[in-house]
């Protein structure tokens, strides 16, 4: 990466130059062809990876909001938790406890939005989405009362469901934030993208480079899957 001019054009090294930087030290220095094989694979499934972790950057740009999936994923679990709470009233709000805060907090019930993350997630029947809730519910109990700040978003599949579910909500889908990106002849998507840059350097950590190529990045539509 160090060797790469492109890399080394901002502040930092832009992220996804690591991906070619490695693909050639495999292709360089790796001669047994089932390793070479098995390391390749491994690098497809850590672009796939990489992706994922940028369509939830351009939402958090885009809401600008540095933790918007992180509210929304612990909404769902909250949700589900919730829903068969005994004082849930008619206008499904659910009252809880926030276990960082201890302070109580008021949360509405959206079935909607609940069924649409599982369909997302593939799960298609209520046997299966019971199935998931479950086990969701059992992991928030292990880890909450040793980490309060436990926010389930080392659970990627879940992080991408509610990723995608918001994208299709807020803004018609991922391809029509790609559209307003990469079309900026007018005023109104050039202001948007003014917007998510300005957040991108300011809330998410960015240097000027890096957040224009991950933006150029995110407007390719590149499958990495």
């Known amino acids: 990466m160090l060797e790469s001019s492109e890399t080394n054009e901002g502040r930092c090294m832009y992220a996804y130059d690591v991906f070619t930087a490695l693909e050639r030290v495999i292709l360089d220095y790796v001669s047994e062809a089932g390793d070479r094989a098995k390391f390749l694979n491994d690098l497809k499934i850590a672009k796939g990876l990489y ?20 509210k929304d994923v612990v909404n769902y679990v909250n949700m589900i938790i919730g829903i068969d709470a005994e004082n849930l009233g008619v206008d499904k709000m ?40 479950t086990s969701i519910r059992k992991i928030y109990g292990q880890k909450i009362s040793v ?53 991108m350097l300011h809330k998410l950590g960015y240097c000027t480079t890096c957040a224009q190529k991950t933006i150029e990045y995110f407007c390719t539509q590149v499958d990495e899957n």
């Open 51 to 70: 992706r994922e972790r940028i369509m939830t950057e351009m939402f958090n740009a885009y809401m600008d909001e540095p933790l918007a999936i992180r």
């Open 94 to 133: 659910w009252k809880y406890k926030n276990p960082q805060t201890g302070e109580l907090q008021a949360l509405k019930i959206d079935e909607r939005y609940i069924d649409s993350v599982e369909d997302c997630l593939g799960l298609k029947t209520r046997e299966q989405k019971d199935s998931f809730r």
């Open 147 to 199: 980490r309060p700040d436990y926010d389930f978003m080392d659970n990627l599949e879940l992080v991408k469901a509610v990723t995608d579910v918001r994208l299709k909500s807020d803004i018609a889908g991922a391809g029509s934030l790609i559209g307003a990106l990469a079309n900026r002849t007018n005023e109104e998507n050039q202001k948007l993208y003014d917007r998510m840059i300005e957040t």
